[in-house]
Structures are given as C-alpha cells and as structure tokens.
T-cell receptor
Framework: DSGVTQTPKHLITATGQRVTLRCSPR?????VYWYQQSLDQGLQFLIQ???????AKGNILERFSAQQFPDLHSELNLSSLELGDSALYFC?????????????FGEGSRLTVL | AQSVTQPDIHITVSEGASLELRCNYS??????LFWYVQSPGQGLQLLLK??????LVQGIKGFEAEFKRSQSSFNLRKPSVHWSDAAEYFC??????????FGGGTRLMVKP
C-alpha cells in the first residue's frame, strides 16, 4: 500500500460525458502528479501540483483540467470524453519535486469510454 | 526534449537466471533516472533511483542499475530472478521541472 488513494477504481461512461477522478496523497506529501497510461501512448505525464499551485504541465489536453485543494487532495476533470480517453489514470505524490525523492503511485482509476 | 527507450518489449528468463533490462535516455543535462515496477492491477513501485554520485545504485528486491553517461544508459540488473519478479518494468528520466518521462516498458516473464 503506497498510501495514495484514488477513486473510483473503475469508471465506465459514454462519449461526450464528463468525469472527475479523485486522488488523496500520502500524509505529508505536498506534490501531486497525474499520469495517463494507455496501450498506444504508454505512460504520459499530465500535470503536477505543489501545495495547491500548478508546477509542471505535460501532455494534458485542453478538455482536461486538474486542481489541488487546500487539504491537498487533487481532482482530475475530463470532459467531452472521446473513445481515445479510455486509459488508466494514475495519481502519484511526493514530499516535494522529483529531486526530493520518489513518487508514490496510487493503484489508478480505469476509465472506459463507450 | 527528454525521452526514454526500452528496446525490449518482452523478455523471458528462467527462474534463477540473471537479468538485464536495457534503458537508454536522451536528456541534455544530468538526468534523474528511475526504475519502476508495475505488477498486474497495481500502481508503480520505485525500485531504485539515480541522482548523482556513485554510478552503480542498489535498489529493493535485489535489483541494481548502472548509470553510464557515455552510453546514455541506465540498465537494470538482477543476479538471480525469482518467479515473483514477473511484472512490467519502466525506466524513467526526470528533470528539475518535475516532469517524469517513462519508457514504453519491458514485460518480464519468468519460466519455472
């Protein structure tokens, strides 16, 4: 158990819909990272927040957005869903940035868009 | 832009045999390098990391990796593989901007 909690574990929805994925980081971790894992794209970095502020941005689509709340949990919002958005979405947390140590990954939220 | 290549998509080894998983990276400065393992239905777990210093790093579960700057490589090794090592292994490179770039992964199968 990494200490990172992601909900829901599985989600099935239709094209055009909107979903929210939730992540609770390990106690004391200030950084939250979101990754997308799909068969064709592999593991792609989406975005990082540190103590409520956006710190780094990767290949995140404009239809996707994220935020980190004062209690440090984070949400990833995916809208106007397309079939290609079907993937496993991971959240990871760390004390600070990459140079402060390892990222602890949650077990992921598997999104299926039909 | 940083990138990571894991040339071997699948590798099968016999239990007790040695293992080497290859990783090549592209990055302009001194990279942060990582190896993660993912078991089916699980998240990623860090095996080891390299930031600076000794180029041979020891990790958990008996794994080690060697950073070779001249070859832009960070290969993962284990002297004797156990059946429980069957999983997918990811090499990753990070930068000070906190973006971690993963390779495509190598799926390891262990024969009894």
């Amino acid at each position: 158990d990494s200490g990172v909690t992601q909900t829901p574990k599985h989600l099935i929805t239709a094209t055009g819909q909107r979903v929210t994925l939730r992540c609770s980081p390990r106690s004391g971790d200030l950084s939250v990272y979101w990754y997308q894992q799909s068969l064709d794209q592999g593991l792609q970095f989406l975005i990082q927040y540190y103590n409520g502020e956006e710190r780094a941005k990767g290949n995140i689509l404009e239809r996707f957005s994220a935020q980190q709340f004062p209690d440090l949990h984070s949400e990833l919002n995916l809208s106007s869903l397309e079939l290609g958005d079907s993937a496993l979405y991971f959240c990871a947390s760390s004390v600070g940035g990459l140079n402060t140590g390892e990222l602890f990954f949650g077990e992921g939220s598997r999104l299926t868009v039909l | 832009a940083q990138s990571v290549t894991q040339p071997d998509i699948h590798i099968t080894v016999s239990e007790g045999a040695s293992l080497e998983l290859r990783c090549n990276y592209s990055y302009g400065a001194t990279p942060y390098l990582f190896w993660y393992v993912q078991s089916p239905g699980q998240g990623l777990q860090l095996l080891l990391k390299y930031f600076s210093g000794d180029t041979l790093v020891q990790g958990i579960k008996g794994f080690e990796a060697e950073f070779k700057r001249s070859q832009s490589s960070f290969n993962l090794r284990k002297p004797s593989v156990h059946w429980s090592d069957a999983a997918e292994y990811f090499c990753a490179v990070g930068n000070a901007g906190n973006m971690l770039t993963f390779g495509g992964g190598t799926r390891l199968m262990v024969k009894p």
